[in-house]
């Protein structure tokens, strides 16, 4: 299993372009999950699916969209990039589990700096 | 909201010291705890988790337990090698069933010395 993989892994852009951010999971999971995280912060939840259409809001979704067509795939759209976009891309994944305190498998990140 | 606050780093040890990295909570509810790791240019792993007060988990040397009347979930090891030097991160999920939307600490840089 290649587990949560995501492209790119940088990227630069300027501002107002847009872009997609990739994430793919080969492990069946219902949920998968987007974050950021900022310099010398923790993860903040971006957006969130519980199975293929349908998401959900987290905590700072402003500014982003997201789908879920399939199981395994789950992009982050940027339409309008702006500064404070600048930040580390981190998409998770996880499996419900009797006890639903399931961990959630985190794919490597994408650094993306708009300029 | 929830909430979770650790120890400011960066925290620099030698080999085979004592290591304490402190984390609170604010939650409403039962939550579960976790604390998951960075290593450099990598993603986060999950290093040990707790779902109900007094509950330890434990993992590669690493302790933490679950303290409810303290509200706090430290990590410790004792005897810390130079392959643990990562980012740390204390978290909290919401929610007992279904997505488990984590709320993360800012994180503590360790970095430990030969």
Redesign the interface.
């Known amino acids: 299993n290649a587990g949560?993989t995501q492209t790119p892994k940088f990227r630069i852009l300027k501002i107002g372009q847009s872009m997609t951010l990739q994430c793919a999971q080969d492990m069946n999971h219902n949920?998968m999950?987007w974050?950021r995280q900022d310099p010398?912060?923790?993860?903040?939840?971006i957006y969130?699916?519980?199975g293929a259409g349908i998401t959900?809001k987290?905590e700072v979704p402003n500014g982003y969209n997201v789908s879920r067509s399939t199981t395994e795939d789950f992009p982050l759209r940027l339409e309008l990039a702006a500064p404070s976009q600048t930040s580390v891309y981190?998409c998770?994944s996880?499996l419900?589990s009797s006890?639903?305190?399931?961990?959630?498998f985190?794919?490597?990140?994408t650094r993306l700096t708009v300029l | 909201g929830n909430s979770v606050t650790q120890m400011e780093g960066p925290v620099t040890l030698s080999e085979e010291a004592f290591l304490t990295i402190n984390c609170t909570y604010t939650a409403t509810g039962y939550p579960s705890l976790f604390w998951y790791v960075q290593y450099p240019g990598e993603g986060l792993q999950l290093l040990l988790k707790a779902t109900k007060a007094d509950d330890k988990g434990s993992n590669k040397g690493f302790e933490a337990t679950y303290r409810k009347e303290t509200t706090s979930f430290h990590l410790e090891k004792g005897s810390v090698q130079v392959s643990d030097s990562a980012v740390y991160f204390c978290a909290l999920s919401e929610g007992a069933q279904g997505a488990q939307k984590l709320v993360f600490g800012q994180g503590t840089r360790l970095t430990i010395n030969p």
């Not at chain 1, 006890?99 to 959630?104: A, T, W």
């Not at chain 1, 985190?106 to 990140?109: L, N, R």
């Open positions: 949560v949920y999950y974050y010398g912060m923790g993860l903040k939840l969130y699916s519980v959900d987290g981190f998770a996880s419900i006890g639903g305190r399931n961990e959630q985190f794919g490597p990140g």
